[in-house]
């Protein structure tokens, strides 16, 4: 949705920035994801300061794009690597989230991070495959900004239960949206 709308509203501001950085896009990628392992046993144990620690490895996560498209170093590989991490990440941050709530034996919480997880998951998965049979599939309520987004508000306000009940429900809203995208687009090219 964020996307869609402000896809690449980052890119002027942090241009100069990006131009100064002596990294490829790709180790920046995996510096995000390298955060993401090291903050998410940090969240597992304390929500609050787990997702201020998820913060850098999300900044990076936006980072590696704008330096790829400012330095001219956009890859396939590296979209590649990108989308790929980012499903490790989602998935190492939603079972810390499960973690947690196990441990403090809300047991339906951990059945929302799952289903969450199932969401995001499938989000990708709809996209990939659309995107195989040559459609662009990018519609739906809850990218991955919106997700991350949503756990961090609710990680930090303590309101994580609510944020999940939304996640859980929206994620797969998302993908009955990309299905039905898809739909219309590749009955229209049939």
């Known amino acids: 949705m964020f996307g869609d709308k402000f ?57 590696d794009g704008i330096v790829a498209r400012v330095r001219q170093k956009e890859s396939s590989y590296g979209a590649f690597l990108d989308s790929v991490l980012d499903r490790y990440s989602d998935a190492f941050i939603l079972l810390a989230i499960a973690w947690n709530l196990a441990q403090r034996g809300q047991l339906s919480g951990v059945l929302l991070s799952l289903v969450s997880l199932i969401g995001a998951f499938i989000i990708s998965y709809t996209r990939a495959r659309a995107e195989g049979l040559g459609i662009g599939c990018t519609h739906g309520l809850m990218e991955r900004p919106e997700r991350l987004l949503l756990l961090f508000a609710g990680a930090v306000s303590g309101f994580i239960m609510p944020a999940l009940w939304i996640l859980a429900v929206l994620t797969h809203i998302t993908v009955l949206q990309r299905i039905l995208y898809s739909r219309k687009q590749l009955n229209r090219n049939n």
């Open 7 to 63: 896809g690449h509203i980052l890119d002027a501001p942090l241009s100069v920035i990006a131009r100064k950085i002596p990294f490829s896009p790709n180790s920046i990628t995996i510096a995000g994801f390298a955060l993401t392992l090291i903050s998410s046993p940090i969240l597992a144990v304390n929500l609050q300061i787990g997702a201020l620690c998820m913060l850098p490895a999300c900044f990076l996560d936006v980072l």
